[in-house]
């Protein structure tokens, strides 16, 4: 059990370029979020999903894509890479509950646009 | 607007003092608050809370929740060096879970 991973660890992108930020969870929960943490500040979401086919937008979706093909894995899609995408990304699951979650993070990626 | 607000931003206390984190929000109906605390890399986990007035406790930390007056406050006693640490508070509604700036908590040796 892995709970949540995230690849790449760490990545170093040209403006203008596209990423993928992979996340895959393997606790079969049907929730999963997309976060962006600038330094010194806390977390904004960006996307989340509460099952495979469905998802809606967070705090700040602007520059970003999600898909939700699958209950496992939850790609974030960079298209046009931009300095102020430059952070640190998390990626988080949890189980549906009528009153509330606790939320599994992965390690994070670190994306510097240049 | 629907926010989260953490106070103080930071804070630094000696090994053994007992400190207070708080948090704000905005909305009034939601599933849960949440407490999280982050070292180096990803937040983990501390506490959900749900009902007003009932304290959740794990070892020194304890927090409780204020559905009336819309905030929530997390205790930490006997503070240790490895406490220190920033704490996060979010809240969860509607499936959405919107997070405060954090508490920067430095505990001096």
């Known amino acids: 059990n892995a709970g949540v991973t995230q690849t790449p660890k760490f990545r170093i992108l040209k403006i203008g370029q596209s990423m993928t930020l992979q996340c895959t969870q393997d606790m079969n929960h049907n929730y999963m979020y997309w976060y962006r943490q600038d330094p010194g500040m806390g977390l904004k979401l960006i996307y989340y999903?509460?099952?495979?086919?469905?998802?809606d937008k967070g705090e700040v979706p602007n520059g970003y894509n999600v898909s939700r093909s699958t209950t496992e894995d939850f790609p974030l899609r960079l298209e046009l890479a931009a300095p102020s995408q430059t952070s640190v990304y998390f990626c988080a699951s949890s189980y549906s509950e009528t009153s509330g979650k606790t939320q599994y993070f992965g390690p994070g990626t670190r994306l510097l646009v240049l | 607007e629907d926010k989260v607000v953490q106070s103080p931003l930071s804070l630094v206390v000696h090994e053994g003092d007992t400190v207070t984190l708080n948090c704000s929000y905005e909305v009034t109906n939601f599933r849960s608050l949440l407490w999280y605390k982050q070292e180096k890399k990803a937040p983990t986990f501390l506490f959900m809370l749900t009902s007003s007035g009932i304290e959740k406790k794990s070892g020194r930390l304890s927090s409780i929740l204020d559905k009336k007056e819309l905030f929530s406050i997390l205790n930490i006693t006997a503070t240790q060096t490895g406490d220190s640490a920033v704490y996060l508070c979010a809240r969860n509604r509607d499936d959405k879970i919107i997070f405060g700036k954090g508490t920067r908590l430095h505990i001096l040796p």
């Open positions: 999903s509460v099952g495979a086919g469905i998802t």
